[in-house]
């Protein structure tokens, strides 16, 4: 259970997209990249997005962590518009709904595993005395407790990744929003963060919505979708 | 994001990347510890410059005296006088001096005539005036009356033909007197050719001397001039009736030395101004390159959640700890330097003023810190969190 933003118990899906739009202009034109996308999550599971390169995967997982603005359509997080918060609202929104992970394991070079976790959790104004036990648990998940003073630029590809995943976890978040997570590890590395996400997903609290190109992590996912000329098929 | 973890995570990005500050903060702490040395030890610098001045221009010396005609020829100043100028404030000391300009000696059976003072034994303080050779006379010489003289070097050139004549035996006035010291000939001007007694040995023993009729007075700096020479009158006429009393000023060197100390001031204070404001474009420019090699971490934290108050606190807390740590540094510094300063030159700064000094210099710091701090600050908090997570 979420201790630090009670998860409200819901039937219904996390996340509910209808007709989502997004373009760019670049001068000459308008470039369409999301064409009325329509997309529902439920609590606990895990969906891939699969699609080429520039066919709007990223795009679309920014747009549902609230770091880009959609050009039109609807968006509900838990039965609330989402789409026109506030610049601060947006802010609370990502520290207390979604967790990200991204693709260059982005994690702060000059600082430790611990104050890699401990960030978000400054920003959520979480007491000092509280932080310990929650960036411990969250290590826990991804077996890197072990690591937890260790400099974050001395560990390996795969741990940094899982790491990342952690630091996605800390706050409790009802959304993980993975930005291929596996797209830089070797297979062995690969399968081990997908085996971290599928344990925390069996505790049911969180959804992982995961951009791949690959298949085998898509296999590992409930649903998977295809993005393609910006529609969304689920396959 | 609390105050606490704000400066906690500013100090340690500084302390982490402490390589990329040295520069900047070195130049914050220079300005920091010259500003407060300059002014903590202004003054006594002021007064000690002023003393070394005199060999050069005796800007600060002002001499009082009866007019010279015959109805003030008896004119004197009385030693009640004497101590309520030394009382003015400004005034660092006043000398009472009696003069003849005709003494006569006999020397190896040759005659000599030459001016002679009496002088008590602040007069050589007053005057800046140091021996090459031997002692000055004192107050116990002025106390005992005692027949001793000091002579200028050109006088001991003409009487002995030489200017090693401390022990010496000089008639004068058929007075047999011991020379106990040969001035050194650095600013003396005509009084090169002068004798110099006690000033009650004078009184008693030289005929036709004249009366106490010239006081000589130091002002502490160049600065008390102006404020000290206009009040002597009213704080002579105060004491005894002073008609016919005329006060004599170099004002021309007043004013050069007080341009050049103008000069002087305007050249150290640009100085630590100018060292100041490299250190606060230095922060700048530091700030700039850390927003822009931090552009990923900047995206990263906003996609956690930090909001663009909590980006743009960060940074400007950032700079705020260097200015204020460098100008911490700096503070150590300007307490060592006032402390040896203080030591070589003998004064006693006030603790009040350094203490003044240092809360500004930290207040100026901190405010460098926000000058300089706010523009990269408020670039890394208007950063769009996508292209700051794609940039390369």
Request: hydrophobic share 45%; glycine share 8%; charged share 20%.
């Amino acid at each position: 259970m979420n201790e630090l933003y009670p998860h409200p118990r819901i039937n219904g899906p996390i996340i509910q997209v209808t007709r989502l739009s997004k373009h760019y202009s670049n001068g000459h034109g308008v470039i369409p990249v999301l064409r009325g996308v329509n997309l529902e999550i439920h609590p606990g599971e895990m969906v891939a997005v699969m699609g080429p390169s520039g066919s709007g995967k990223s795009t679309l997982l920014f747009i549902l962590g609230l770091l880009l603005p959609a050009s039109s359509g609807n968006y509900q997080f838990l039965g609330q518009d989402v789409l026109n918060l506030s610049r601060t609202d947006q802010a609370d929104f990502r520290r207390r709904r979604v967790g990200f992970v991204f693709q260059n394991c982005d994690l702060f070079e000059n600082s430790t595993v611990y104050e890699n976790l401990e960030f978000p959790l400054v920003y959520a104004q979480v007491e000092r005395h509280e932080r310990p036990a929650r960036i411990v648990a969250a290590l826990e998940r991804v077996n890197l407790a072990h690591r937890l003073r260790h400099p974050a630029n001395r560990l390996s590809g795969g741990e940094r990744q899982r790491v990342a995943v952690a630091r996605a976890l800390v706050n409790q978040p009802q959304v993980i929003l993975a930005d291929e997570p596996t797209g830089q590890l070797d297979r062995q590395n690969g399968h081990m963060i997908m085996e971290n996400f599928k344990q925390i997903m069996a505790q049911g609290d969180t959804s992982l919505v995961i951009v791949t190109h690959d298949t085998q992590v898509a296999e590992c996912c409930h649903r998977t979708f295809s993005l393609e000329d910006g529609v969304l098929y689920e396959s | 994001m609390r105050f606490s973890d704000l400066i906690r995570v500013s100090i340690r990005q500084l302390v982490r990347h402490r390589r990329r500050y040295w520069g900047v903060m070195l130049a914050i702490a220079l300005g920091t510890a010259g500003f407060i040395t300059i002014i903590t030890m202004g003054r006594d610098l002021k007064q000690n410059f002023n003393r070394d001045l005199e060999l050069l221009g005796r800007a600060t010396l002002v001499k009082v005296y009866f007019e010279r005609l015959p109805a003030y020829f008896h004119q004197n100043f009385t030693s009640a006088t004497v101590q309520a100028l030394r009382k003015m404030q400004g005034v660092r000391d006043a000398s009472l001096a009696v003069c003849t300009y005709m003494a006569q000696s006999s020397n190896n059976g040759v005659a000599h005539n030459f001016s002679l003072f009496g002088v008590d034994n602040a007069f050589w303080d007053v005057c800046g005036f140091t021996t090459q050779d031997g002692r000055l006379t004192s107050l116990a010489d002025n106390d005992l009356r005692q027949r001793v003289v000091v002579l200028g070097p050109e006088l001991a050139q003409t009487l002995f033909g030489r200017k090693d004549v401390v022990g010496k035996k000089l008639e004068i006035q058929q007075d047999i007197y011991t020379v106990v010291g040969v001035l050194k000939n650095v600013g003396l001007g005509d009084l090169s050719h002068f004798a110099f007694m006690p000033f009650t040995t004078a009184q008693d023993r030289i005929l036709r001397i004249s009366p106490a009729n010239r006081i000589y007075l130091r002002t502490l700096t160049w600065d008390d001039v102006d404020k000290v020479a206009p009040l002597i009158p009213q704080v002579i006429q105060s004491v005894q009736y002073a008609p016919g009393l005329k006060v004599e000023v170099a004002w021309d060197q007043v004013k050069r030395v007080k341009a050049v100390a103008f000069w002087v001031q305007l050249f150290i204070y640009s100085s630590i101004v100018a060292t100041l404001i490299l250190g606060g474009v230095g922060i700048w420019t530091v700030m700039m390159a850390a927003v822009r090699t931090r552009t990923r971490e900047i995206g990263l934290k906003k996609a956690m959640g930090a909001e663009d108050q909590a980006i743009m606190a960060q940074f400007l807390a950032e700079a705020v700890c260097l200015s204020f740590t460098a100008s911490l540094a700096g503070s150590f510094v300007g307490l060592l330097t006032v402390e040896v300063t203080s030591h070589l030159i003998s004064s006693h700064p006030p603790q009040g003023l350094f203490l003044f000094c240092v809360i500004l210099g930290l207040v100026v710091a901190v405010g460098l810190g926000v000058a300089a701090g706010l523009y990269p600050s408020l670039q890394a908090s208007r950063m769009e969190v996508v292209s700051a997570i794609r940039y390369e």
